[in-house]
């Protein structure tokens, strides 16, 4: 299987979200512990942001998103996607995941969970609020778009 330039950069991309998934564990494990194990037997105990829930939603969302990012970079070639179509699924779902990426971590620092611009039944909005949902409102759409370019395009190539 040979990968184009655009796919490269797509895994790429696609690991650094899953990266930025994997290092909210260690925020998870904090929040778990209430602090961090150093020497075995010996807690260092202290306080982040953000309850356990909202921990395991970033640990797990980014490792998803990225994944996400990676099975469609290698559906490209196989769905005979064409250059400026699979430039649009790059930029639609680099763009969701890092948008995703963005709310996951600032939903950590906003009482309302970053689920709306003005206060919620979760607490109340703040900075935080407003640039985790925004950017995820704007990909939510953009997301569903894309996957529904992939399904036609599979639907399609499934023709031939």
């Known amino acids: 299987m040979t990968f184009t330039s655009l796919q490269k950069r797509m895994v790429g991309q696609g690991a650094a979200v899953m990266l930025v998934g994997m290092i909210a564990g260690i925020g998870l494990l904090i929040s778990l512990l209430g602090g961090i194990e150093l020497i075995p037997g010996r807690i260092i105990e202290f306080g982040i942001p953000g309850d356990t829930g909202a921990w395991v939603r970033t640990h797990i969302?980014?490792?998803?998103?990225?994944?996400?990012?990676?099975?469609?970079?290698?559906?490209?070639?196989?769905?005979?996607?064409?250059?400026?179509?699979?430039?649009?699924?790059?930029?639609?779902?680099?763009?969701?995941?890092?948008a995703n990426t963005l709310f996951y971590w600032a939903a950590l620092f906003a009482p309302n969970r970053a689920l709306s611009v003005a206060d919620n039944k979760y607490g109340e909005s703040n900075f935080a609020s407003i640039i985790g949902l925004v950017p995820a409102l704007v990909f939510a759409v953009i997301s569903i778009i894309a996957i529904f370019m992939l399904m036609r395009q599979a639907f399609a190539s499934a023709r031939t």
């Open 61 to 98: 969302g980014g490792m998803l998103n990225g994944m996400l990012i990676f099975v469609v970079a290698i559906l490209l070639g196989p769905l005979g996607f064409a250059e400026a179509a699979a430039g649009r699924m790059y930029w639609m779902l680099v763009g969701t995941g890092w």
